[in-house]
């Protein structure tokens, strides 16, 4: 049984390369999973084999992927260049010997996950199987890819404890001698009391004084007094009602008619 054996190289880095070794009838998909590994690769978004000519010129593709693309190709019939969308094979189906042409075959590979890199391939030698080695396998390895600059974890700026604030201890002075001790109330012999009490209802039981009230005479603006009025009979002293309508009618009329 024959293997394949490949090397691979950056033109960006200098003195990097590795060799592989792929027996024909595995896929690109095993190829593709030896190549991340010898190179610490992770993250894989994209990746894609490209089939070139002697100058790496890209045609055909291999995708890790379904995706779809648009190409530029020269219709015959039409005698012109057209777009033409295209669903590249998938890794996982495609074998090598199946696009494997030239004894020196080249490719392109293409990683695309937190960086980008494009590497190529070249196939410089078919050999006879090892039957104590298991395929795919990285045989040869030279140089590393430059991990990408980690950035740096800005370390949470602490905040300050506040300060101490020291207060002062305030003494509570003693209290004075005088207000400590309780108020003592002197309390007034009894014989006293007996005395203040009796005097208090002699005080009471004495009758008020009577005033006297002078009668006070109120003169009519006219100037005579009540003395002076008539003194009014009773009207049951009046036997004729008449009579007494007559005396007092004159009272009715006004004061022009005196």
Do not use: W
């Amino acid at each position: 049984m024959l293997v394949y054996r490949f090397r691979l190289i950056s033109e960006e880095i200098d003195n990097f390369s590795r060799d592989y070794d792929v027996l024909p009838g595995q896929t690109f998909l095993d190829f593709h999973s030896v190549i991340m590994e010898s190179m610490d690769l992770t993250q894989c978004e994209r990746a894609s084999f490209f089939m070139t000519d002697k100058k790496y010129k890209k045609d055909k593709e291999i995708s890790l992927k379904t995706e779809k693309r648009q190409v530029r190709k020269y219709d015959d019939d039409l005698d012109e260049v057209i777009n033409q969308t295209i669903t590249p094979p998938l890794m996982r189906k495609a074998k090598l010997k199946e696009f494997i042409e030239d004894p020196h075959q080249k490719m392109i590979y293409e990683f695309h996950g937190k960086d980008f890199h494009t590497f190529y391939l070249e196939l410089f030698k078919i050999i006879q199987a090892d039957h104590t080695f298991s395929y795919p396998r990285c045989v040869k390895r030279t140089g590393e890819l430059p991990k990408p600059p980690e950035i740096p974890v800005q370390p949470q700026a602490e905040i300050p404890a506040p300060p101490k604030v020291s207060v002062p201890k305030v003494k509570i002075p003693p209290k004075p001698e005088e207000f400590s001790k309780p108020i003592k109330t002197e309390e007034e012999p009894a014989h006293e009391l007996a005395d203040i009490e009796q005097e208090l209802e002699e005080i009471i039981g004495e009758e008020a004084p009577v005033l006297a009230v002078e009668e006070v005479s109120h003169d009519d603006d006219e100037g005579f007094s009540h003395d002076d009025e008539d003194e009014v009979e009773h009207i049951d002293d009046y036997d004729d009602i008449d009579k007494l309508e007559s005396k007092y009618s004159g009272y009715d009329r006004e004061s022009d008619d005196y």
